[in-house]
């Protein structure tokens, strides 16, 4: 059985990892300054999730308008200009007395862009990483993007106290800088996957397989309502927020651990739809509203269910050419994004009327139910 040791190893996959991590660093530290700056200047529950997870809500534009170029650009240049991009993005919603229609556009703006880089970057991966190393690949990267968060939300908390939320997204931005030149120093020139007179496969036929278009809803619907669960941390708690959002990115880093590296093909099969339950079920708990100390433990017990996705993408790829992973792994990406931000706008929508503990507990019986109705049609004979 491969190891994550093995992993690194592998050429570019590094850059590739430092890219991945810096983004993800930047992501977290910056959102939560932003959805701090917006909450206190609005008071909004709604305003505030919007701020903090409303980019994946572009991210269905751009998997329309430009996902089908994921397999049809050069990676290296795609990924430094995009994280370029992000850097810009980030230092201009720092500027001082930004109005909040212009931040809104620029979350816009970047999270289209982000439905790209996501295409391109899996897309990379699953050609660094062919067949069975691909889950345990995109196991190290859930890894990093755990502990990342667990540190990110924490030290993103203590930044956003002592440096103003204006100061502490320049720091996103800058990390945004340090992920663009990994990609440009690490990342070789290679070939776009498909040719240059490859016709891309419009995104709708992505969905016309019925299996296939199963294990997306499975991988964006249940995951989504949970983020939007989340993203209510911050009025449910606004002292402890980074907290709770640490405890959660900590329980995903464990069942990413445990389920990309140390469970074979045929058992991780077997636990898409057991982890997709265990992602909502604790967070029906939030209805009583706990105290602090259950609360971080329900967080991050449930969390451990992210690893959901590792066998769901392990079947995403199967039923897609390799020519088109790039296309059909952006498509889980965006689809992830906008379920996450649509999912973060419903929370916010409920919690103004029911208070945000019930509205955690609505949103993981919403999640239980879908994953109950998807089971059915995610019946896959173990490999």
């Known amino acids: 059985m491969p190891s994550y040791r093995n992993l690194f190893r592998t050429p570019e996959f590094t850059p590739l990892f430092l890219l991945n991590s810096a983004q993800v660093a930047a992501q977290t530290v910056g959102s939560l300054a932003l959805g701090t700056l917006v909450f206190n200047s609005t008071g909004s529950p709604l305003l505030a999730a919007l701020a903090m997870f409303g980019p994946a809500l572009a991210q269905v534009l751009g998997a329309a308008t430009l996902l089908r170029a994921a397999d049809r650009l050069p990676p290296r240049a795609t990924l430094a200009g995009l994280a370029l991009l992000f850097a810009a993005g980030t230092a201009l919603q720092a500027a001082p007395g930004l109005p909040e229609w212009a931040l809104f556009g620029l979350l816009l703006v970047l999270g289209m862009a982000g439905a790209l880089g996501g295409g391109v970057r899996y897309g990379l991966l699953s050609e660094l990483l062919p067949g069975d190393q691909y889950p345990l690949g995109r196991a190290a990267l859930n890894v990093a993007n755990g502990l990342l968060q667990v540190c990110g939300f924490a030290v993103g908390g203590v930044l956003t106290a002592a440096l103003t939320p204006g100061r502490t ?27 240059a007179g490859h016709r891309s496969v419009p995104t709708a036929r992505l969905l016309a397989d019925r299996t296939r278009r199963s294990v997306y809803l499975a991988l964006w619907v249940p995951n989504g309502l949970i983020v939007g669960c989340e993203s209510l941390f911050l009025p449910y708690a606004p002292r402890q927020a980074g907290l709770l959002l640490s405890a959660a990115a900590a329980g995903m880093l464990l069942g990413d651990a445990v389920v990309g590296r140390f469970l074979t093909p045929r058992l991780r099969a077997r636990l898409g739809i057991p982890l997709n339950l265990l992602l909502a079920a604790p967070y029906l708990l939030f209805a009583v509203h706990p105290p602090l100390a259950l609360a971080l433990v329900t967080a991050a017990v449930a969390s451990v269910g992210y690893a959901a996705a590792l066998p769901l993408q392990e079947q995403l790829l199967a039923r897609t050419p390799a020519t088109g992973h790039g296309q059909a792994l952006g498509l889980h990406s965006a689809g992830m994004g906008t379920a996450q931000g649509l999912s973060a706008a419903l929370a916010g929508a409920v919690a103004e009327h029911a208070g945000p503990a019930l509205a955690i507990a609505l949103l993981a019986a919403g999640s239980l139910a879908v994953t109950s109705v998807l089971a059915p049609g995610l019946a896959d004979r173990p490999r």
């Open 169 to 195: 997204l320049l720091l996103g931005a800058a990390l945004h800088l340090t992920g663009a030149i990994a990609a440009l120093l690490g990342l070789s020139r290679r070939t776009p996957r498909a040719a």
